[in-house]
Every structure is written in C-alpha cells, then in structure tokens.
C-alpha cells in the first residue's frame, strides 16, 4: 500500500499532523518506536494549559481546544474542566496577579481574596495567603490514558494506520525505512520529540536544539479533592504569558534569594490532580544534550516540600517518581522546517505541546500538502 503521508512518532505532535491530514482526506501512517508512544507526552502534567500561553499564540490554543473537545466528546476520555488557581503568598505575587488580569481583561479569569480562595479551596494554606488568580480555561486530562485514546480514535474515526513497535532509520522518498521493512509514502512529517539525533540532525542543529529533563512525582490517591490545577510564583516565572508583568522581576530577585535551589533547578511548583485522585507533581527543568539518567533526591524533595506549604493538610504519599524530556530550541519557539522536497520536520514543542500541537499542525498541514 502506499500512503500520502507517513508521520514518525506517536507522540502528541505526530498525532495532532495525522489528524489533520486524515481529515483532508489522506491516507496517513503513523510510525512508533515503540510499543505505545513513551515519550514526553505521556509523562507530562496532562495540562491545557492556556494561562501559560503567550497572547499571539491565542489562536493555535482555540484551534487545539477544539479539536480536544471533539476528542473527548467522541471517545468520553476522562478530562476536567477545573481551571487553574495561581496562589499568591507574598504582596508582589498578588501585584503580579492584578497586573496580570489588568493587561489581559478579554480572559475568562478573575481575582479572588484571601477571604475567597479559603472559602472555595479549604485545603490551601491560609499562613500568609494573599489571594489567587482564577481562570476557567485550563482543562485537565490524564495523558497516559489520553494519548493511546487518540489513537484509537484516529484509527476508527479517520481510518489512520499506526505501526507500532518500528523504527524510521532513514528516507528515499517515496521510500521510507524502518528497522524492519520499509513504507511507501509521498510525504513524510517526522515528530520525535527528543529523539532528534537520527531524522535530519542538520536542521535540528540550526535551531539550537537541546533537551530538557523534568523531574515528576505523583501520589496516592488522595483524600482532597482539588478541583483546579495549582500552581505558585515559580510558574509566573516559568511561562512566558507572565513576562510581560513588571512585577516579575521583583519575584524572580526575591525567590534567588529566599530559594535559590528553584531558580537553579528551574522549579515550576504546579498540582494537577487525575480521575484516580492522584496528585501529578512537578516540575523541575536540567538542560543538556545529554539527559541524565538519574533523578536528583533534591529536585523531588525541593517539589515536595513546596507542595507541602501550599497543601499542608493534603495526605502526600509518594506513588511513582519519573523525568520526562522534551526538546527545546533556544532561538526558535518551534521547529517547522522542509529539509527537501515532500518532507516536514515538526519539533521543539517545548512545554506547551499538550496544548498548542492541534492548533499548529492545522496550520503545518495546510501549508504542506
Ligand atoms: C514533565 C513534563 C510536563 C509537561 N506538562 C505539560 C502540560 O501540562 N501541558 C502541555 O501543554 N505540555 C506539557 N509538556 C510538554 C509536552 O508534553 C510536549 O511538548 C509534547 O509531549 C511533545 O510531543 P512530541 O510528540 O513532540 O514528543 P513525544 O511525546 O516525545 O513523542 C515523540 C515520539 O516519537 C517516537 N520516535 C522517536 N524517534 C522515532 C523513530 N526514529 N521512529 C519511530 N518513532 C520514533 C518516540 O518514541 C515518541 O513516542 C510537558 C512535558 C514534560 C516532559
């Protein structure tokens, strides 16, 4: 058989190009190293994150939510939609907040008070609490039971192959080879996250590319119940949406000196809680080449004890420690490049691939078919 496009890799950015290509009417393939996609997207957060997104990048998140809702509504996939509650525990993280929703009033977000962030959310820390940003848009999903789902769903709804257990080693279009047989297509999108050392490593090597190892926990169920996904001052620090908010400054200087271990291990202090109660805990962010394969006790203590302060009545027994790794470009927000003729290169999704990647391949499809 031969198809239009051939995809290589499983992951959330694979996908999101094979649903759009399918639904154009193409015969799509998708090609998997392994048995079931094992890379950065199933080890994330499972956050639709839009607090986190820059404002130019407003529509790629509408492009993506869509199609995570036909998703959900299609296959009944577990998700919420809970929002996100950013805490302020200090007077210029509160600051931060009305700057925020000053600059961004078109939101669906508001400030709560001290007063009403205990009354909604009893279970946070009161000791110095100052307030919270509430916003509606954020959706949580559980990634290791979401994205076999999306294959499933892109098997039965768009008729998409998916050959797992089989790696792409190189290309002669319409040829493709894998460690087993070889494809025939007449196009080829390669998505492999971190695995960009074999497909092209030219191209990668222009971008600066590098990869980010982070630090994730997660812990038994749990008896509270937290409805929106939390997170703290080291996440105004950590997304970019909060950059433009002059008080940030003023946060990151203080944190270097209160704690400087955040800053130096890039901690981004965020809880996002699944359908088995289970509190999904992280982040950290180490750049390297080269990924270490060890997990630093410090990192997970660091983690822990954050999410102690801010949930000090919350049973935290820690289930699975695990890292996840994704590439990241230094001079480019992503990577869509055409080495040659009938071949895209879709990489460096960085942290926001659970939430942009629908909304991009939309337009990466369009331009390349
Ligand atoms: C800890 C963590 C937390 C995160 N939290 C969030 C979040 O809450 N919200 C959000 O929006 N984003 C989040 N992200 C970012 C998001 O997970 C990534 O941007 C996204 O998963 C990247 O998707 P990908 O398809 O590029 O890579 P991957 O998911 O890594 O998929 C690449 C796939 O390609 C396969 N592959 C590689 N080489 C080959 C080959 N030669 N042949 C065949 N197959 C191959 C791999 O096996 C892999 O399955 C987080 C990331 C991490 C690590």
């Given at each position: ?26 015969k799509?393939?998708?090609?998997e ?7 950065a ?5 499972g ?6 997104q ?49 600059l ?18 009893p ?49 002669k279009l ?19 996250g ?64 209160e ?13 996002a ?22 997990n ?12 102690k ?12 420690r ?14 869509i ?25 939309k ?7």
């Amino acid at each position: 058989m031969k198809y239009d496009i051939c995809i290589v890799g499983a992951g959330i950015v694979g996908m999101a190009h094979a649903y759009w290509a399918a639904k154009k009417g193409l015969k799509v393939i998708v090609v998997e190293k392994n048995h079931t996609c094992q890379g950065a997207s199933v080890r994330n957060f499972g956050l639709f994150w839009e607090i986190g997104q820059e404002e130019k990048y407003k529509g790629l998140v509408a492009d993506s939510k869509k199609i995570w809702t036909e998703f959900f509504e299609d296959t009944k996939t577990w998700n919420k939609n809970g929002g996100s509650l950013g805490l302020a525990y200090n007077d210029d993280e509160m600051e931060l907040i009305n700057e925020y929703s000053k600059l961004y009033t078109n939101k669906n977000h508001h400030i709560l008070n001290h007063k009403d962030v205990l009354k909604k959310y009893p279970y946070v820390n009161s000791k110095n609490l100052k307030g919270a940003l509430y916003s509606e848009n954020e959706i949580t999903l559980y990634s290791r039971e979401s994205i076999p789902a999306i294959a499933e769903w892109l098997t039965k709804k768009y008729k998409v192959d998916f050959l797992f257990d089989t790696t792409v080693i190189s290309e002669k279009l319409p040829t493709i080879y894998t460690n087993k047989s070889s494809i025939k297509a007449a196009k080829l999108i390669i998505s492999t996250g971190a695995d960009f050392e074999l497909l092209f490593p030219e191209v990668y090597k222009n971008a600066k590319i590098t990869k980010c190892k982070l630090q994730m926990l997660k812990t038994e169920a749990s008896n509270t119940v937290i409805t929106p996904a939390l997170y703290t001052a080291t996440s105004f620090i950590h997304y970019a949406s909060f950059s433009k908010c002059k008080t940030l400054e003023v946060i990151r200087t203080r944190i270097k000196k209160e704690q400087p271990q955040y800053l130096y291990y890039g901690i981004n202090l965020l809880v996002a809680q699944n359908n088995y109660n289970e509190l999904l805990i992280g982040d950290s962010h180490e750049y390297d080449e080269s990924v270490n394969p060890f997990n630093k006790e410090e990192i997970d203590h660091l983690i822990i004890s954050g999410l102690k302060r801010i949930l000090p009545t919350t049973d935290i027994n820690i289930k699975e420690r695990w890292h996840g790794v994704y590439a990241k470009s230094s001079n480019k927000k992503f990577i869509i490049e055409d080495p040659k003729k009938n071949v895209l290169i879709v990489n460096a999704m960085a942290g926001a691939g659970m939430t942009l990647s629908f909304g991009l391949a939309k337009k990466a499809i369009s331009s390349f078919i």
